[in-house]
């Protein structure tokens, strides 16, 4: 089966500027998950859809990043504006559920460097 | 808050020799655990998972993991170790379906 498809792979922009970063889940998984990764660090949650709807966006700084889960498929994660503290890999991940029985299936990520 | 403790950052081998790395998580409750493996340059994959049943698990590429329940603990274990191991390892607990992540041990294999 096709894997968690995540673009792109690699961005660099100025603190301030905004950013945009793009998942395709594997087909059929209803659960979708976002994760930064700053580096030295393990994966921490930022948000988490089942099918179109937010489960969890508890460690979601709210002010300056926003997802979407538009007909419960792709996903979308954007940074406005961003700061330095941004740099980091995130991930995307996907889950047949959110019950723990179900494996995550992660994306290669996309590293942003802030600068 | 539930947390992830995985003791060691970095692990310095040498070929053959036996690998062990902690895991210690907090919470209380009924938990699904797993190991994770990120080689250079590679996403994340999995190793193993323990969810019920044995608390041995074996995973893929010759690794296992044991799930001491009264210890709070799921360590990590390899007989015997090979330069292809060298990557970062990280353990996951899943807490009421959102998983949790240790900061990771990087694991350095010299051949």
């Known amino acids: 089966e096709a894997g968690v498809a995540q673009s792109p792979r690699y961005k660099i922009i100025e603190k301030r500027q905004s950013v945009a970063f793009w998942c395709n889940p594997i087909?059929?998984?209803?659960?979708l998950y976002w994760y930064q990764q700053i580096l030295g660090q393990g994966p921490k949650l930022l948000i988490q859809?089942?099918?179109?709807?937010?489960?969890?966006d508890s460690q979601l700084p709210k002010d300056r990043f926003s997802a979407e889960r538009l007909k419960g498929v792709d996903s979308t994660l954007k940074i406005q504006p961003a700061k330095l503290e941004d740099s980091a890999v995130y991930l995307c991940?996907?889950?047949?559920?959110?019950?723990?029985?179900?494996?995550?299936?992660f994306g290669s990520g996309t590293r942003l460097t802030v600068v | 808050a539930q947390s992830v403790s995985q003791h060691n950052h970095h692990v310095i081998l040498s070929e053959a020799a036996s690998l062990e790395l902690g895991c210690n998580y907090s919470?209380?409750?009924?938990?699904?655990l797993f190991w994770y493996v990120q080689y250079p340059g590679q996403h994340l994959q999995l190793l193993l998972k323990?969810?019920?049943?044995?608390?041995l698990v074996k995973g893929i590429k010759g690794f296992e993991a044991e799930f001491i329940k009264s210890k709070f603990s799921f360590n990590l274990r390899k007989p015997s170790v090979q330069w292809s191991d060298t990557a970062e390892y990280f353990c996951?607990?899943?807490?009421?379906?959102?998983?949790?992540f240790g900061k990771g041990t990087k694991l350095s294999v010299k051949p």
């Open positions: 991940a996907s889950s047949q559920g959110r019950a723990g029985g179900y494996g995550y299936t």
């Open positions: 087909s059929g998984h209803a659960t």
């Open positions: 859809f089942q099918n179109n709807g937010v489960v969890d």
């Open positions: 919470y209380g409750g009924t938990v699904n």
């Open positions: 323990y969810f019920s049943g044995d608390p």
């Open positions: 996951a607990v899943n807490v009421e379906g959102n998983l949790i």
